[in-house]
């Protein structure tokens, strides 16, 4: 079995889910554009799963448990399971975001605690 899966998506589908596309294991990650003037059409929370946001372009509105924030490209948010949210798109611009979901406190390590640099074995070309 290969070490790696890989698509190419479109990110300016309405919604792309790469879990079953790239097998994930640990998390779901999501491709959002919502149309000017959408919104996701319910609030919703989790049962196990925090998510994080990534705004990559345009303006809308997030609301989370009461509370209305204006959201533009670069915001990052994490949202705990229990937090009830909902995301609309500005009424003159579309909204672009990742949404990254996965267990709430199942990182035990990452970056230099999990990563392991490789001297041996093979190396791209531009390593050489
Ligand atoms: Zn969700």
């Known amino acids: 079995m290969s070490n790696y899966s890989m698509k190419r998506?479109?990110?300016?589908?309405?919604?792309?889910?790469?879990?079953?596309l790239l097998q994930l294991t640990g998390c779901e990650v999501s491709c959002n554009t919502l149309p000017q003037g959408a919104s996701?059409?319910?609030v919703h929370h989790h049962t196990n799963n925090e998510?994080?946001?990534?705004v990559l372009d345009g303006a809308g509105t997030l609301f989370i448990d009461g509370e209305e924030l204006p959201l533009a490209a670069g915001?990052?948010?994490r949202i705990a399971p229990a937090g009830a949210r909902c995301i609309r798109a500005a009424e003159d611009s579309a909204l672009h975001f990742l949404c990254v979901?996965?267990?709430a406190g199942s990182?035990?390590?990452?970056?230099?605690?999990?990563g392991v640099i490789d001297e041996k074995g093979d190396k791209p070309s531009w390593l050489r």
Request: charge should be negative.
């Open 9 to 20: 998506v479109d990110l300016h589908a309405g919604r792309v889910e790469l879990h079953d």
């Open 40 to 42: 996701v059409p319910f």
């Open 51 to 54: 998510e994080l946001y990534i």
């Open 75 to 77: 915001d990052c948010f």
């Open 101 to 103: 979901q996965t267990r």
């Open 107 to 114: 990182l035990e390590g990452y970056t230099m605690s999990d």
